[in-house]
């Protein structure tokens, strides 16, 4: 059971082992089976681990009763990726977990939606420097789910804990 301070996580034991190429966990996020039985798509990890573009197709078996994506598929197309990428970024010897997220749905996405999410380097570099000393690092990051018509669907909230595990 985790403690106060090290916040449960879906992933494991995070930070102890150094992630695949970008390319291997796309693939293998895409066919994560919640992510796939859902239709959500993951169609782009950057080499640098600064970038993940994750899709979903509202079809007639993945939609709610009002006929758009449902919160929580819109909520999954971002969740693990912003510790991905952070992980990525890092390497090993970091355990990283989300922490706490919100989600604000805007408008009903009843098409093809897109997350597009980022981690700049500056960011991971300002995450290293804080936890450097053995010190834990919290950060907030954001991702917008927008419809193929450029219309925002929904905004999440992610934060984001590291600490060194060596």
Not at 21 to 42: E, F
Request: hydrophobic share 40%; glycine share 10%.
């Amino acid at each position: 059971m985790p403690t106060p301070a090290e916040p449960r996580t879906s992933a494991g034991r995070a930070g102890t082992q150094s992630l695949p190429g970008p390319q291997v966990v796309r693939r293998i996020m895409s066919l994560y089976p919640p992510l796939l039985g859902a239709g959500v798509r993951i169609t782009h990890i950057a080499d640098d681990w600064t970038r993940v573009v994750a899709t979903h197709r509202i079809r007639r078996w993945n939609r709610n009763p009002n006929r758009a994506a449902f919160g929580g598929t819109l909520y999954a197309m971002t969740d693990p990726f912003f510790g991905i990428m952070a992980r990525g970024q890092l390497g090993a010897g970091y355990r990283v977990w989300t922490s706490g997220a919100s989600i604000e749905f805007i408008a009903p996405g009843r098409e093809l939606v897109t997350a597009a999410m980022s981690l700049p380097r500056e960011e991971v570099a300002a995450i290293r420097a804080a936890t450097d000393d053995g010190s834990k690092s919290i950060t907030s990051h954001t991702a917008e789910v927008v419809s193929s018509a450029g219309v925002l669907v929904a905004r999440v909230t992610q934060q984001l804990y590291v600490r060194r595990s060596d």
